[in-house]
């Protein structure tokens, strides 16, 4: 299935949609027209995990390429950087992959742009928290991604809710975790105490979401708690539900623009878009067309 929906050409009409493209270039292009639209970015390389450092290191170099390519752009300050632990070397050991961490922060931070430490799954999150509180040390605009899934996520929240905090449902993974909720239901519960816990701190909450009801309570909380406009910020998908996206940013909400890029586009093509029936549809009557 993955050799067929890689060599169609059609396929990539569908995934054009939602993936900027391979390359530090494709990415860059992508992130310009959404600045111009007066929205933010957040960048997400898709690359295969590294089998040994030097390969760990050529995903470093490939984000410090794409950190020149927006400064050249004149749109790096205010763009935010999502590393993935995983293609940083985490496998072959968390402080490899902490070290790269620190190496594109700086570089992030030399052009004004921000980094966030993404929590994959469940099974990556922990070590997530310990790199960032490690990157906090010399890096304190640090973010970090926390996942309702879990059920240990409000406890996270409270702990970080003086800093930026990225805020997403997640997922379990496929086989069952007693450290993670199953139940949709429950992971929306726990999002929301999540967003109590953000708002009612001193931090930079970023409600990761696409589901209205979810936004219409974190806007709800914010005015509760007499956030200002620009003390928070909505984040969603390339290519999902971009009028949305447009109007909250009228209304003056910061919002940001998750662009994913890279060769492993398959991989989060079936993950992330599969779990969308409107999106899995397209692809099916393209590839039958095909």
Not at 110 to 117: E, Q, R, W
Not at 180 to 207: E, H, I, N, T, W
Request: net charge positive; with cysteine; proline share 3%.
């Amino acid at each position: 299935m993955e050799s067929v929906i890689r060599n169609a050409g059609v396929t990539r009409a569908l995934t054009s949609r939602y993936v900027a493209g391979e390359s530090p270039e494709d990415a860059a292009s992508v992130a310009s027209g959404l600045v111009a639209d007066g929205l933010l970015v957040t960048l997400d390389h898709l690359g295969e995990e590294p089998r040994n450092a030097d390969q760990a290191a050529r995903t470093v170099k490939e984000s410090l390429t794409l950190l020149d390519g927006l400064a050249r752009r004149g749109i790096a300050k205010g763009t935010d950087f999502s590393l993935r632990l995983t293609s940083l070397g985490l496998r072959l050991g968390e402080k490899l992959a902490q070290e790269n961490a620190a190496r594109i922060c700086q570089a992030a931070g030399d052009v004004g742009a921000t980094v966030t430490v993404e929590a994959e799954d469940a099974a990556t999150a922990e070590a997530a928290l310990r790199v960032h509180a490690a990157l906090l040390e010399q890096h304190p605009a640090t973010g970090v991604t926390v996942l309702s899934c879990l059920r240990r996520a409000e406890d996270h929240c409270r702990a970080l809710a003086s800093g930026r905090v990225r805020l997403r449902r997640g997922h379990a993974g496929m086989a069952p975790d007693p450290a993670a909720y199953r139940d949709s239901g429950a992971v929306d519960r726990s999002f929301v105490r999540c967003l109590k816990a953000l708002m009612a701190g001193q931090g930079y909450p970023v409600v990761a979401t696409h589901d209205r009801r979810l936004v219409e309570v974190a806007s709800a909380l914010a005015v509760l708690d007499e956030r200002e406009r620009g003390g928070f910020e909505y984040e969603m998908s390339y290519g999902v539900r971009p009028s949305e996206q447009v109007r909250l940013a009228g209304l003056g909400a910061r919002v940001r623009v998750r662009v994913p890029y890279g060769p492993d586009w398959y991989a989060h093509l079936t993950r992330d878009l599969a779990a969308r029936p409107s999106a899995l549809a397209l692809l099916t009557r393209s590839l039958l067309s095909r």
